[in-house]
């Protein structure tokens, strides 16, 4: 089973920056991609930013050119950073990893309970 925990949320200004991390453990093969999602009250969670094994990078429009999304392969570790931060980017954020807990399978896609980024002035 594959555990993800997340960290470094918070309240910030706007303007302001925060950096999320993301450390996945329990027992796997390996992980094929590892992602960022948010959900606002009343919304939809969405994508915000994804790394795949091969370092593919992908962005929600909205973040491109104010977050970054970078990892660690070797310790299965996902960092955000999140950069002139604004209110709309207000959300609980949620890390999701994709991968196979052994060579011939199962695949797995794992949640972890997520941290809340608060952008107010």
């Known amino acids: 089973q594959v555990q993800l925990v997340e960290s470094g949320g918070g309240l910030v200004q706007p303007g302001g920056s925060l950096r999320l991390s993301c450390v996945a453990s329990?027992?796997?093969?390996?992980?094929?991609?590892m992602g960022w999602y948010r959900q606002a009250p009343g919304k939809q969670r969405e994508l915000v930013a994804s790394?795949?094994?091969?370092?593919?990078?992908d962005y929600a429009e909205s973040v491109k050119g104010r977050f970054t999304i970078s990892r660690i392969t070797g310790k299965a570790t996902v960092y955000l950073q999140m950069d002139n931060l604004e209110p709309e980017d207000t959300a609980l954020y949620s890390c999701?990893?994709?991968?196979?807990?052994?060579?011939?399978?199962?695949?797995?896609?794992?949640w972890g309970r997520g941290t809340q980024v608060t952008v107010s002035s």
């Open positions: 999701n990893a994709k991968g196979y807990e052994s060579l011939s399978g199962p695949h797995f896609d794992a």
């Open positions: 790394v795949n094994r091969g370092g593919a990078i």
């Open positions: 329990g027992t796997f093969f390996n992980i094929i991609g």
